[in-house]
């Protein structure tokens, strides 16, 4: 009796795991069902959306969605010249992983705010003026990206629709974002390029080999957060500016790794538009690599008209392949105790 006792009760912790296991499954499904697709090999105008017959067009899936669906791209390359995100609050990733290249520019104007764009291979090359995506909108989420134009123009550009409000809250996340902008160097193309925006969030991405700034503040991002990046060989790293009677205030720049910049800068302030206000770059770690008159202060400009830099530790980052475009640190490496993020870390 005490053997079927015991193995009632193991068969019954058994299914009690399963069903635990089960619902786990249902959840994360649940998190990640998609409502539309589009595949390579689909029609715009013979599909429905499906699984089974999927549209074709990045275009044409993402018009598909309502307020709060997915929409996902089955693996493979979709060629286009503009995507437009017209609708708020929905999501494009790809399907259960696989490996999505968008091979065009995508812009999300106002009525597209707090929609989602995640894990995709973002190829701005081609499309409408060479550009990766472009934010007019609230709230809007890059996140989990690779993003790049093979040296064509800028990366992720945020600002304002024409001369509506300035968006707000777009957080950009965990995203590669590398080889932007034209060689040899315009100064005009950057790989994130902050111009008209309120609260945007920068954080835990690489930013690396883009051919002027790795991020641009100018002329008019206020609050921006850059938190926990790798901003590495770009022309220059980032820059705080304005034009007219506009200028980028109030910013933080924390817990990154700003190295090897190849034109000028790691950090440092454009001449024109008024004095700022509030900019503070600090607990970072910084690295000039070079011997010219940029290199001082691990290549950061001091003293400053926009910003103000405290306690930064100048260190090289000891990257596992720099070259490769694996920014992850090496053991040992004295960045380690400034960088916040988590894309680096052994």
């Not at 812009?107 to 989602?116: A, E, L, M, N």
């Not at 007019?136 to 040296?151: C, E, F, M, S």
């Not at 910084?286 to 926009?306: F, I, L, Q, T």
Request: overall charge positive.
């Amino acid at each position: 009796m005490g053997i079927m006792q015991r193995s009632l009760t193991l068969a019954l912790a058994v299914v009690a795991l399963l069903l635990v296991g089960m619902a786990s499954a249902a959840g994360a499904g649940a998190a990640m069902s998609c409502d539309r697709f589009a595949s390579p090999s689909g029609s715009d105008g013979s599909g429905h959306g499906s699984f089974r017959k999927p549209y074709r067009t990045p275009q044409k899936l993402a018009n598909s969605l309502a307020s709060g669906q997915a929409g996902c791209f089955r693996g493979g390359t979709y060629r286009f010249s503009e995507a437009v995100v017209t609708k708020a609050n929905v999501t494009l990733a790809p399907y259960r992983g696989q490996a999505v290249t968008l091979r065009g520019s995508i812009k999300v104007p106002p009525t597209g705010h707090d929609s989602t764009i995640k894990g995709l291979k973002l190829d701005g090359a081609g499309g409408k003026g060479n550009i990766g995506p472009r934010i007019y909108a609230d709230g809007v989420v890059l996140r989990d990206n690779k993003i790049t134009n093979h040296h064509g123009g800028i990366c992720v550009q945020v600002s304002r629709w024409y001369s509506g409000p300035r968006p707000r809250g777009v957080v950009i996340e965990r995203n590669r974002i590398h080889d932007c902008g034209e060689l040899p160097a315009t100064n005009h193309q950057h790989g994130i390029y902050v111009a008209h925006a309120v609260g945007t969030v920068i954080r835990d991405n690489w930013i690396y080999d883009n051919a002027d700034r790795g991020i641009q503040l100018y002329p008019d991002a206020q609050h921006t957060r850059v938190i926990g990046n790798v901003i590495d060989s770009n022309g220059e790293g980032i820059v705080f500016s304005g034009a007219g009677s506009e200028v980028s205030s109030h910013n933080l720049v924390q817990g990154n790794i700003i190295s090897n910049s190849k034109v000028r800068w790691n950090v440092y302030s454009g001449a024109p538009g008024p004095t700022a206000r509030g900019n503070l770059v600090r607990h970072n770690c910084v690295w000039a690599g070079k011997s010219n008159s940029y290199g001082s202060h691990g290549g950061v400009e001091k003293p400053s008209r926009n910003f103000t830099a405290r306690q930064n530790r100048v260190a090289k980052p000891r990257f596992a392949h720099a070259g490769g475009g694996n920014l992850r640190l090496r053991s040992g490496s004295r960045c380690r105790a400034r960088y916040t993020g988590t894309l680096s870390r052994p």
